[in-house]
């Protein structure tokens, strides 16, 4: 019991650090996240909110994890939601500053992709199933032989153009979100030993048997 409790824990921080993550980097006022670029976009041409292009993509996006042998566990599933729920909490607690020019915009936009590469690491070494977008980019990488970096970079570049071309609004820390967080993810990932590719998540079925 007291495993699963740790576990619990751990899961639970390893949202609240990518949460902080995204309230860093949209504090940066540098632009928004490749990502949020291609819900804006989606938003745009469907008259979607925002927040149901997110869910919307989540949703394709977990095929596409299926379609790669993504096994969707219960980690899955709490990612969609809770993400969303701790990003309004910080958010609104206004403990996450708001930068005043532009080197304090790019240090917090640097800080908030570690703090992404550290909240994935806690997350999925839960074995609970990956992320939407996480899930891709380990089964990508496990799939092509490709390091985690270049593949989650590839993936941030494709929905940047993809969301520019829908009508989404990008600045310059959408751009260094785009090519360096993939090696934020990478770096994080090697100091703490981590191969996310070779874990052995659990279907959400396997988690109610255990």
């Known amino acids: 019991m007291i495993k699963v409790i740790r576990k619990f824990i751990r899961l639970m921080l390893g949202f609240i650090l990518c949460a902080s993550s995204t ?3 949209l504090n940066s ?3 928004l996240s490749p990502w949020d670029v291609f819900h804006q976009g989606i938003s745009n041409v469907t008259g979607l909110t925002i927040g149901e292009a997110n869910i919307l993509s989540s ?3 977990i095929l596409i994890g299926i379609l790669l042998k993504q096994r969707i566990g219960l980690g899955t599933l709490l990612n969609i939601i809770m993400i969303g729920k701790f990003v ?8 996450i500053p ?3 020019n532009l080197w304090m915009g790019i240090v917090m936009m640097i800080i908030g992709m570690f703090v992404m590469g550290y909240g994935c690491y806690l997350y999925i070494g839960c074995e609970l199933g990956c992320g939407p977008r996480d899930g891709v980019m380990v089964g990508l ?15 941030e570049v494709f929905v940047l153009i993809i969301g520019i071309f829908l009508g989404g609004k990008f600045g310059i820390g959408t751009l260094i979100s785009a090519f360096a967080i993939g090696y934020c993810i990478q770096i994080v990932f090697k100091l703490r030993n981590f191969d996310a590719v070779s874990l052995n998540h659990k279907s959400i079925l396997d988690t109610i048997k255990l």
């Open 23 to 25: 309230i860093f980097m």
């Open 29 to 31: 006022n540098l632009g």
């Open 59 to 61: 949703i394709i996006v």
């Open 88 to 95: 309004d909490i910080i958010n609104n607690s206004n403990l």
């Open 98 to 100: 708001i930068a005043n």
């Open 141 to 155: 990488s496990s799939k092509l032989n490709k390091p985690i970096k270049i593949v989650r970079g590839s993936i």
